[in-house]
């Protein structure tokens, strides 16, 4: 039997993808190499009555259209939001996050009057930017070089949007896609915390340090999703991360396709530089009219294609497309809630995120470590305990907890990571939780550790790079992930790509999986009927 | 240090809020700068024709208020702001707007100054950074002391002859002049100005003399008619007397999204505050130019056909072409007609075959009516006693 397409990865953009084209009539099937499907979003019982998220761990990206068109809440899927966070001091303080306005401004206020009410006009740039963003998300990056009617209307939309601003506004939006995230916060705060607070979405998943030019841009990829229309705000997925990509195999079965996970892809069989099927690691082969690849473009080109079927050109850029690794995670089982001595009893700030790292300084330092092949020795930390909201993830009383550490390189000074390494940097960010949590210690059941190397092992994801590729300007829109590729289309006829190392890039946003969908079926000449249109920004 | 717990008191307590909560039979509030207040005490009919027959207390405490003190006062208030703060004469108020550097109103306030080099300011937001920058290179002092002053309006025909029974002289008091009163061991600031359009007076003093300020004027207006109003009444009457409100009528530079929402002062009907010979002010570059190529928009007061309130109303040309935006609207009791603020485009500003559609549900089913709409001047009410000095009997 031949499918109209094989998906290449259980993860939430092969899924996604999967299912609009089950949708739209096709035989489908997907094809995942670990026991369990998930990709980046899985959530596993790695200890006895514990769920966790065992690699993202909070959700606001991942596009409500896509939602809605593949019925995820029929099938489960519910995305609960959370409460602000803490970001506590070397001096035994901290800075709340609060949803309320006027707790958040009497609370930053705290730490300077003149920040708290700078907030206001400083998330309102940042509103402008997602503005402009948001509505590029599903939308196809135009080839720069091509007339087609589509690339010109594509390009003609774009100036469209570009001409409604003022040259301040043009200026401005020029500056904020390659500044560094220190810098743009310099122009809005005073207050070191206050800063460094804001910083912390501009470092997650980028090799790169807040003082690095580019890192503001990583930020407003972190602002620009929503919960239900509250732009910015972040939630939990309930039941874990998992859970939308249970919800995603629901829906691609009820659709009638097909997934088959413990047996990875070897090869993309190509015969006359057309892309016919996969050859499995056990020897079998899934014969395809298409191959539809959920892996980074580097895995896809550098592991499962024969070089001789790729042009030189566009092999180099795939070589040299950045996937460096910077980031590591511990999930660990409680048996029971860490007491933050800083926090005043039962605060709300412990159900958000929690950092330790209080200036740009101490983050740029920590990135200084990265740089010379080591994982930093001060961590910057982004935790959560979805339990503290989620009751469906432990047993009452117990708690997960999701910590996202950086800086983890792919390499140590050159060598692959030991276990002994990995136990190390586990317990640079346990000493560093223990600090601010005394007994911490005490209360652990379980821990996985995870380096880039188990991410590359485990994920597939090359170096460990949680986006598929760094988000820096030189990698994204017209250049993810090669220029002339933008398309989801590959030099192989009939290979496409669909994961996050294209358009619009990383987090569990799965419009690169819908986008890709939609290129093949316009390829197809399929009509696009059970993809409604991206929700008009107002 | 703040208490550390501040969160879970999102809106506080006004110092006033003893007396407030007591009157307040509806329990009907509403958060407003941080602060719970008032919108309704018990009956809004009851409340808005006070203000317009005897005298009324409005809790003012949640509007924002910076002192601006040193040397250079006054010329950093001359960058900030249109008009000549160095005009303004010690003991004199005046209303004022401010613009960033392309002209887009930022907000409207009031200017008080207090002497030769202290000023203050009362608006509607929060500008504190905004401020800071303005007094870049000046020699000045600016400070957030919205939660050191307790103010209260005291507004109505009635009202100058309670602040008389409450043994405050305020016969030679004139319009947008305050005087000082010892008051219960501290001192009481009272300005003939306020939101109603009507004689009245506001009160600023300190948070510790709050209550017994309150129990002072609720004593001596007893004969006066004198009860507390919410901010749906004050909404009426500041809606007859033709002011706006920043976030309401216009969205301030500072939080605006979209930028063809941003409004200049010529926009808004205000150009006639910017004094355009006292020299550079932020925005004067801009406003000059629009006011040579002349403004996109305009700000209107209309009167509407019919009997219904056009809040939010569309408005229209040749009922066809949309031209505009009712911002703020009622059925005036004062007047007894319907009124209306909008934004409407600049060539309609002086009217002429506008309508406004307006959607009455009645019984969960929509009347839907395309109302004659007329510009009308504003301010709508506009009662002399508002201007006599010494004010007039009742």
Known sequence: ?538 | MTDLRHYQTPLRQTPFHPRTSAANRLHAWAPWAGYATVQTYDDLAMEHSAIRNAATLYDLCPMIKYRIEGTDAAACLNRLTVRDADRLAVGGVHYTVWCDDAGHLIDDGTLFRLAPDRYRLCCQERHLPWLLDSAFGFDVRITDETGEIAALALQGPTSAVVLRAAGFDIDTLKPFRMAEFPFAGGHLTISRTGFTGDLGYELWTTPDLALPLWDSLTDAGALYGLRPVGSEALNIARLEAGFIIAGQDFTPAPHCLREDRLRSPLEMGLGWLIDWDKGQFTGRRALLRQRERGPHWAFVGLEIEGNVAAEGAILYHNRKTEIGVITGACWSPTLKTSIALAQVKARHAKGGNLWAEIYALRELHYARMMMPARVVARPFFNPTRKRQTPPGKL
């Open chain 1, 1 to 538: 039997m031949t499918y109209d397409a094989v998906i290449i990865g259980a993860g939430h953009n092969g899924l996604v993808a999967a299912c609009y084209l089950a949708r739209a009539g096709l035989r489908v099937c997907v094809v995942e190499k670990n026991d369990w499907i998930g990709g980046a979003a899985v959530s596993r019982e790695l200890y006895p009555g514990f769920t966790y998220s065992n690699c993202s761990y909070v959700c606001s990206l991942f596009r409500p259209e896509i939602m809605r068109d593949l019925e995820l809440p029929r099938h489960g899927l519910q995305i609960l939001p959370y409460e602000g966070g803490a970001m506590f001091t070397e001096t035994g303080g901290y800075l709340g996050m609060f949803r309320d306005h006027e707790a958040n401004r009497r609370e930053m206020a705290r730490h300077s009057p003149r920040d708290a009410e700078n907030y206001d006009r400083y998330l309102r740039d940042l509103m402008r930017h997602c503005r402009f963003i948001r509505p590029l998300l599903m939308r196809r990056p135009p080839d720069l070089a091509s007339f087609r009617p589509r690339d010109l209307s594509e390009l003609a939309w774009l100036g469209k949007q570009i001409s409604g601003m003022s040259e301040a506004a043009i200026c401005d939006m020029l500056r904020f896609w390659t500044i560094s995230i220190s810098d743009y916060l310099d122009e809005y705060f005073e207050n070191p915390v206050v800063k460094a607070y804001q910083a912390v979405g501009a470092i997650i998943g980028t090799a790169l340090g807040p003082m690095s030019p580019g890192t503001a841009y990583v930020l407003l990829h972190h602002a620009m999703g929503d919960v239900d229309g509250n732009v910015g705000a972040w939630g939990y997925a309930r039941g874990g991360m998992g859970a939308i990509t249970r919800a995603l195999a629901d829906s691609f079965r009820a659709s009638g396709g097909e997934l088959r996970a413990g047996v990875g892809v070897e090869r993309v069989l190509v015969r006359d530089g057309r892309a016919t099927g996969v050859v499995l690691a056990d020897g079998d082969e899934i014969r395809a009219s298409r191959v539809v690849s959920n892996m980074d473009v580097r895995r896809t080109f550098l592991g499962h294609v024969e070089a001789n079927d790729l042009p030189d050109g566009f092999l180099k850029r795939v070589r040299t497309f950045k996937t460096r690794g910077s980031s590591g995670k511990l999930n660990i089982a409680l048996d029971g809630l860490p007491r933050f001595t800083a926090l005043p009893e039962g605060a709300p700030m412990i159900r958000g995120d929690l950092h330790f790292t209080d200036s740009i300084e101490r983050m740029e330092l920590a990135y200084d470590d990265w740089k010379s092949g080591h994982f930093s020795r001060d961590p910057f930390q982004d935790m959560m305990i979805p339990t503290t909201i989620d009751p469906t993830m432990t047993p009452p009383g117990k708690h997960f907890m999701s910590s996202f550490v950086q800086y983890a390189p792919p390499k140590i000074a050159g060598k692959d990571w030991t276990h002994a390494d990995r136990d190390a940097f586990g317990e640079a960010c346990i000493a560093q939780i223990e600090r601010a949590a005394p007994g911490f210690r005490d209360l652990i059941l379980h821990v996985e550790v995870r380096t880039p190397r188990e991410l590359e092992a485990e994920v597939g994801l090359t170096e460990g790079n949680i986006f598929q590729g760094e988000l820096t300007f030189d990698q994204m829109f017209f250049n993810r992930p090669v220029p002339g590729y933008a398309d989801y289309r590959s030099p192989i006829r009939g290979l496409w790509l669909c994961g996050s190392s294209t358009h619009p890039g990383g987090g569990v946003m799965g419009a690169p999986g819908r986008n890709a969908a939609a290129e093949i079926l316009r390829d197809m000449k399929r009509p696009l009927d059970d993809m409604r249109d991206a929700y008009a920004v107002l």
